[in-house]
């Protein structure tokens, strides 16, 4: 069986010696357990909002079992607001209740423009101060179910975000995180998850002129911890390759603490690979990769939970990679990765009940 020793270098701290397997769906780190038993979350799709409450119970009962403590729920501000001052909640209600009763600390993903309002992407044009409004109704509703809030998601990519540009979020951010504060306190206000980019003119910014962007603009205040998605497939977290955003996390606390910033979180909010399709990298791959990206954030400096992107499939096109991102193929249907995880955080927990 092929092996390599990977000493875990994560924020100019060396971690514990992990023996990763090329060859193997079995946990990366060989009769260790996990420093924490709470840094596990899930992030969902958007179809999840598809989903039946019954289909969702089911969906966040898994997740307790793999033993997740945090999920990352999304709220479509199109779907909870359709038109101005019409809000829907009931949906969202269901869901977050079934979240919590399961046991699971919610983050909230406030995201998507409704129809009626001008899109994200241009500095002054009054969506900004929308945004806000509706990010103040929600900590209004849910401050006592939510653990945080994520303002948007990956903004430094034209997909989610017209024309990116650090001065564009900077207003939304600056907008919506004291608001939030001022409501719920005590809540984790997480500036959004920014996505492996190159740097194209009005297409993409990279995470880290994207985040130093920030910092010049004084926007991130009343922030508790930088969203970061470092996906590095078809690479380990632990590979050195220039684009393995994993890799690149030493750098982007390397900027934070440029900027005198030493004690804010990086939350991964965003971290999976995908089984199959086009680009997959396979079932034991996926799983060895999941698991050894848990691992090393477990043994770094200032990272709070790791959301692994997803929990199902999702029925694309079947040479979709964004097809194939599931712990689970579906309801009761586990991949190897699923496996891993749930063995890594229940000797986990045996360890802790035995301190």
């Not at 990956?154 to 004291?178: G, V």
């Not at 998850?193 to 990279?206: M, N, Q, R």
């Not at 680009?279 to 990272?303: C, H, K, P, R, Y």
């Not at 979709?320 to 891993?340: N, T």
Request: proline share 6%; hydrophobic share 40%.
């Amino acid at each position: 069986m092929l092996t390599l020793l990977v000493i875990a270098l994560v924020g100019g701290v060396v971690g514990r010696v992990v023996v990763v397997s090329l060859e193997s769906n079995e946990a990366m780190v060989k009769d260790k357990a996990l420093d924490r038993c709470d840094s596990l979350g899930i992030a969902g799709p958007m179809s999840w909002e598809n989903m039946t409450s019954e289909e969702f119970h089911v969906m966040v009962n898994e997740m307790a079992d793999i033993g997740a403590s945090w999920i990352r729920i999304g709220v479509i501000w199109r779907d909870v607001e359709p038109s101005s001052g019409n809000f829907k909640w009931d949906d969202l209600d269901e869901r977050l209740q079934l979240a919590v009763d399961a046991g699971l600390r919610p983050l909230l993903l406030i995201h998507t423009t409704p129809s009626w309002i001008d899109d994200v992407g241009e500095v002054g044009n009054g969506t900004a101060q929308e945004y806000a409004r509706f990010s103040g109704e929600v900590a209004k509703r849910y401050h006592d179910q939510a653990e945080g809030y994520e303002i948007w998601n990956e903004p430094n990519l034209d997909r989610f975000w017209p024309k990116p540009s650090p001065e564009s979020y900077a207003e939304l951010l600056t907008a919506t995180a004291p608001l939030l504060r001022q409501i719920d306190p005590d809540a984790e206000i997480v500036a959004a998850g920014l996505a492996p980019a190159a740097s194209i003119e009005e297409y993409s910014v990279t995470i880290e002129d994207f985040l130093r962007g920030l910092y010049d603009l004084d926007a991130l205040q009343d922030v508790t911890a930088i969203g970061i998605h470092p996906y590095s497939y078809p690479e380990m977290p632990s590979g050195t390759s220039s684009w393995n955003t994993f890799a690149q996390l030493p750098r982007i606390q390397a900027i934070m603490h440029s900027y005198g910033d030493r004690e804010r979180e990086i939350w991964l909010t965003e971290y999976g690979a995908p089984s199959e399709g086009n680009g997959g990298v396979g079932l034991e791959l996926q799983s060895d990769m999941i698991v050894e990206a848990l691992q090393m954030t477990e043994d770094g400096d200032n990272f709070g939970p790791i959301f692994i992107y997803t929990m199902y499939d999702i029925d694309f096109d079947p040479e979709d990679r964004e097809s194939h991102f599931g712990l689970l193929y579906g309801p009761g249907d586990p991949k190897p990765a699923f496996l891993a995880l749930s063995d890594a955080t229940k000797r986990c927990s045996l360890l802790s009940d035995l301190e």
